[in-house]
């Protein structure tokens, strides 16, 4: 096979004989296939002689292929110019908008602080709240270079020349302020001008009916009729769904080949053209009867791809060949023992994905996403896998570097982390958190595909058994092959070549249909950037940012200024009614930075201070921009829109609140000084009566570590220490070394709430103003939420003395139940449950005894199969008889009947659930009849499941009422398979 020799991979099958796992193709399009239908079955069984260290090849686990053996040292092809590099192209381009007054702002973190986003996909994503009018405009203009992930064209990465699932999204913005002209015209001259890319090469694209761009590019900028092309809605106009802000676009595209000339002109060929620079001119508003408004405020949002101008200036192939990810395909290379520049195009699609998928799942990690099952978590796993895969196929073996128990990703994500400098420098410090998330998880992983393995297995089996027994075709279910595919990371020809090998088919049908249905959610959460304009926009305009007076008072007089029921606005409010009120000031803290918002009330007063209205107030949230939206229900009176009121909260609730947020700053400075400065927050809840405190960690932490944590904390707040609080400039802070916290948004001034000698962190909460107000501090509990991310819960002030006084009194109800004096407890107690396990043993042995004296009544029950090798077989129910004892039972019986012999047992212990268990000879198991799988088939009739070892297993199940027509079908099935 051209580019590369694969190695046989066996395993055994209930067929009875090994198959390979070759690597092959189907029709089923996926990351690891390529070619066509006619390469399946390309299996090489030649050991390779590997000049990269492997001298003596072993036959190797699922996926070690090896592609494309060196016999010199490795030597990548000429490339051609990239004296333009990616960096400098990122810095020109900021430096040329800076210079047209933009204001340069950094990239936000590929969390998004917009809940309808799971993930950054667009670099005017941290704009929304402005283009929504939901927040003021702090700049005209802004130019960024955004990070950004999309993973709905995954399968296309490596395979097209421009797909990426990390890339970095260049832009203007106008705010209001320029419009179409301008942005034409700069982007023409950033493209001609400081890049110097050639006018004849560059092609726009308008909007069909936007007869106004057409004229700019056409009339003013000089571009040829025939080479702007108009295209229809679903090209070129920009829409954020049903209803909200929408505008036309405008593209340039490069033409890679002019020599095709102008008739017949697709901009969609991607072999031809390339679009780089997106201007989307956000002028209407679209209302819910499907028309445009204008738009009072008209804004310019536009993308260029760094990755794609990169490619086109620096003159190579594809997106991945630029010097903005060719570094680490380079280091994928050496570590496969290949040559990119030699290796076929399947290798080299190999080497793509990789090296794409590298650079997200480090900015991933280092923007806080660990790796798990759910949300986030799920992207970035996937990331991993797909990666670990891929090198599997390329034959990356251990670490790639003669560690064949090592990992090989953390030496790929050192390359990303030395191109990172440029695009994000705090990668760097928190380089080896990430390095150690990426072994870990790359280890795990190895050791799922191996369970993944032992799964297919079992499955195939299943579907042979179920055939027999159903006399009907054998075939895997399309759930059973997606199983493989999304958990374990079987690719599906590789499922579907193992079960052609055993006769056993797949229901492709239903696994394109599991797919789909994944695509489908994939992109639905990750494609999608919902803007509206809303209800509250209105009053946006109406409304001053609230006043926020809660670090120093707890009570004010305040003016309402909005009244929202049901989230549209009314003038008055009665009794009983749910309420959302904004004031023009307020001491009420609203929920933000893990704390949450207070309670408190209302009042409304008469002139003979009689309180005409109570509003009790049991939330408080911030909304459109930093206005505060007091949530609550009308108890008294009626409230009426441009009241003035008192507002008061609850104090006692504020000072638990402080009092926890306060013992959050602690306990993390005492984390960062027991188990190590790399350790950060990973979220966090203050509530009044709790903290809750998520920190990424490998492991659970020791009894030890957690007794000291809560020593270094009380020992704080016994120090009694005042706290500082004060206001600088973002750069001031983080120069003084105070702590930012990840996924929260900082001005340019921001807060600094300091313990000193203690803790130092950017802050909007509240907090003591001495430690010892705390009082007490403890640990609840410590547990793992996720991959490398620990949580711990504790209490303090009030709740600590609560929770301690509470465990008291437990503790003394059990010195008094047993007896004994509190330090006498865990003794007493041990002693308990010794007794108690005896006791369990004694009526174990009991039952033993009783199973066997009854399976002696029964051995005469035994029926002889087969002609020639007479198999003595017995099925029978035992009543009610307990799984222990139906084992010794089974044990008895298969000693007595001698060899072969086949046992089968059920039994009711309680009437609402099976017990199963089922014993073979050795001469029974050498005919290819195997207890575990066995019984797992028969379970299954009674709502059950189970398995084991070939010659003992036992099985449970959920309905009784089927154990006789179970037990039925086993004897059935013994006595056919054993005649």
Request: proline share 5%; charged share 25%; glycine share 8%.
């Given at each position: 096979m051209m580019g590369g020799s694969i190695l046989p991979i066996s395993m055994h099958t209930r067929c009875g004989a090994k198959f390979l796992l070759p690597f092959s193709t189907s029709r089923f399009s996926s990351p690891f296939t390529h070619g066509s239908r006619g390469n399946r079955g390309l299996i090489q069984t030649l050991a390779l002689v590997d000049h990269c260290r492997l001298r003596n090849i072993k036959r190797l686990k699922l996926f070690t292929t090896r592609a494309q053996p060196l016999t010199e040292d490795l030597v990548e092809g000429e490339r051609s110019n990239t004296s333009i590099s990616g960096d400098s192209i990122r810095k020109r381009f900021l430096e040329f908008y800076a210079a047209r007054g933009h204001k340069v702002?950094?990239?936000?973190?590929?969390?998004?602080?917009?809940?309808?986003?799971?993930?950054?996909?667009?670099?005017?994503?941290?704009?929304?709240?402005?283009?929504?009018?939901?927040?003021?405009?702090?700049?005209?203009?802004?130019?960024?270079?955004?990070?950004?992930?999309?993973?709905?064209?995954?399968?296309?990465?490596?395979?097209?020349?421009?797909?990426q699932t990390f890339f970095e999204m260049l832009g203007n913005f106008s705010f209001g302020d320029y419009f179409k002209h301008d942005a034409i015209k700069w982007a023409w001259e950033l493209s001609t001008v400081e890049f110097g890319l050639p006018a004849d090469r560059l092609w726009i694209s308008v909007y069909e009916e936007d007869d106004e761009a057409f004229a700019i590019w056409h009339d003013e900028i000089g571009i040829p009729a025939n080479r702007i092309v108009r295209l229809g809605k679903e090209d070129n106009f920009w829409t954020?769904?049903?209803?909200?802000?929408?505008?036309?676009?405008?593209?340039?595209?490069?033409?890679?080949?002019?020599?095709?000339?102008?008739?017949?002109?697709?901009?969609?060929?991607?072999?031809?053209?390339?679009?780089?620079?997106?201007?989307?001119?956000?002028?209407?508003?679209?209302?819910?009867?499907?028309?445009?408004?204008?738009?009072k405020q008209k804004n310019i949002d536009t993308g260029l791809g760094l990755e794609r101008l990169a490619r086109i200036l620096q003159q190579v192939p594809n997106n991945y060949e630029t010097d903005l990810m060719f570094p680490i395909i380079q280091k994928a290379s050496e570590l496969a023992c290949v040559s990119y520049s030699l290796s076929n195009e399947s290798t080299k699609t190999h080497l793509r994905i990789i090296g794409d998928h590298m650079r997200a799942i480090v900015y991933l990690i280092s923007d806080g996403v660990y790796p798990s099952n759910i949300g986030r978590g799920y992207v970035v796993r996937r990331l991993i896998r797909r990666t670990v895969r891929t090198g599997r196929l390329l034959g990356i073996k251990g670490n790639g570097m003669g560690d064949l128990e090592g990992a090989f990703l953390p030496v790929l994500a050192e390359e990303v982390i030395k191109l990172s400098t440029d695009i994000d420098s705090d990668v760097k410090t928190r380089s080896s958190r990430i390095l150690d998330e990426l072994k870990r998880e790359e280890l795990r992983f190895v050791s799922t595909l191996e369970r993944g393995e032992k799964l297919l297995e079992q499955m195939l089996a299943d579907a042979l058994s179920r055939a027999r027994m159903d006399g009907t075709v054998p075939c895997l279910s399309g759930k059973d092959a997606f199983l493989l595919y999304d958990t374990y990371g079987f690719p599906v020809e590789i499922t579907k070549e193992v079960a052609d090998e055993c006769g056993v088919g797949i229901d492709m049908d239903s696994f394109d249909v599991e797919m789909e249905n994944q695509r489908r959610q994939s992109q639905a959460a990750h494609n999608?950037?919902?803007?509206?304009?809303?209800?509250?926009?209105?009053?946006?305009?109406?409304?001053?940012?609230?006043?926020?007076?809660?670090?120093?008072?707890?009570?004010?007089?305040?003016?309402?200024?909005?009244?929202?029921?049901?989230?549209?606005?009314?003038?008055?409010?009665?009794?009983?009614?749910e309420v959302e009120v904004l004031l023009d000031r307020t001491p009420f803290y609203a929920e933000s930075g893990g704390q949450i918002g207070d309670h408190g009330f209302l009042y409304a007063m008469e002139s003979g201070n009689g309180r005409e209205a109570v509003v009790e107030i049991r939330d408080v949230q911030k909304s459109l921009g930093n206005k505060y939206i007091h949530k609550g229900k009308v108890t008294k009176g009626h409230l009426d829109l441009g009241l003035e009121i008192e507002a008061e909260v609850n104090a006692s609730l504020r000072q638990g609140a402080k009092v926890h947020h306060t013992a959050t700053h602690l306990l993390q400075a005492a984390l960062k000084q027991v188990i190590g400065q790399e350790t950060s927050q990973a979220g966090s809840l203050v509530a009044f009566d709790r903290l809750r405190f998520d920190f990424n960690f490998s492991r659970s932490l020791r009894e030890d570590e957690l007794m000291e944590i809560e020593r270094l904390v009380n020992q704080w707040i016994g120090d009694a220490t005042l706290l500082e609080t004060k206001v600088m400039p973002l750069a001031d802070a983080k120069k003084a070394g105070a702590i930012a916290m990840f996924g929260e948004k900082y001005g340019e001034q921001v807060r600094v709430v300091d313990v000193p000698g203690v803790s130092m962190e950017l802050c909007g909460g509240t907090h003591?103003?001495?430690?010892?107000?705390?009082?007490?501090?403890?640990?609840?509990?410590?547990?793992?939420?996720?991959?490398?991310?620990?949580?711990?819960?504790?209490?303090?002030?009030?709740?600590?003395?609560?929770?301690?006084?509470?465990?008291?009194?437990?503790?003394?109800?059990?010195?008094?139940?047993?007896?004994?004096?509190?330090?006498?407890?865990?003794?007493?107690?041990?002693?308990?449950?010794?007794?108690?396990?005896?006791?369990?043993n004694e009526v174990s042995a009991a039952r033993a005894k009783a199973a066997i004296y009854k399976a002696s009544s029964i051995t005469s029950n035994a029926v002889t199969v087969g002609s020639s090798t007479k198999t003595r077989v017995l099925v029978e129910s035992m009543e009610d008889m307990e799984a222990d004892a139906l084992k010794s039972a089974a044990e008895y019986l298969i000693d007595r009947l001698g060899d072969p012999a086949a046992v089968v047992l059920g039994s009711c212990p309680d009437g609402k659930r099976v017990s199963l268990i089922a014993a073979f000879s050795p001469g029974v198991v050498s005919v290819g009849i195997e207890a575990g799988k066995f019984i797992g088939a028969i379970a299954k009739l009674c709502g059950g499941r189970g398995g084991g070892r070939p010659n003992m297993a036992q099985a449970g199940g959920t309905e009784p009422g089927k154990l006789v027509e179970a037990l039925e079908k086993a004897r059935e099935e013994l006595e056919s398979r054993l005649s």
């Open positions: 702002l950094a990239s936000s973190s590929l969390v998004p602080e917009d809940p309808t986003v799971l993930l950054t996909i667009a670099g005017m994503l941290q704009f929304k709240p402005i283009f929504l009018g939901k927040v003021p405009r702090e700049v005209p203009r802004a130019a960024t270079s955004q990070r950004c992930i999309r993973t709905n064209d995954i399968d296309n990465v490596g395979r097209t020349s421009r797909h954020s769904g049903p209803t909200g802000p929408c505008g036309p676009c405008s593209e340039i595209y490069y033409d890679f080949q002019t020599e095709r000339g102008y008739s017949d002109v697709d901009l969609g060929d991607d072999v031809r053209f390339m679009e780089f620079y997106n201007l989307v001119f956000m002028q209407y508003n679209r209302k819910d009867d499907g028309s445009l408004e204008p738009l999608t950037v919902k803007l509206s304009v809303e209800t509250g926009s209105e009053l946006a305009e109406s409304i001053p940012d609230t006043e926020f007076l809660g670090y120093s008072t707890l009570s004010s007089k305040a003016v309402v200024e909005g009244l929202l029921v049901k989230g549209k606005p009314v003038g008055q409010v009665t009794e009983g009614n003591v103003s001495n430690t010892s107000e705390i009082r007490g501090f403890k640990i609840i509990s410590e547990q793992g939420i996720a991959s490398g991310i620990r949580r711990i819960e504790a209490v303090a002030g009030d709740a600590f003395i609560d929770y301690v006084c509470t465990r008291d009194n437990y503790l003394k109800q059990l010195c008094s139940t047993l007896k004994v004096n509190a330090e006498d407890v865990t003794t007493r107690v041990n002693n308990l449950l010794k007794d108690v396990r005896e006791a369990r």
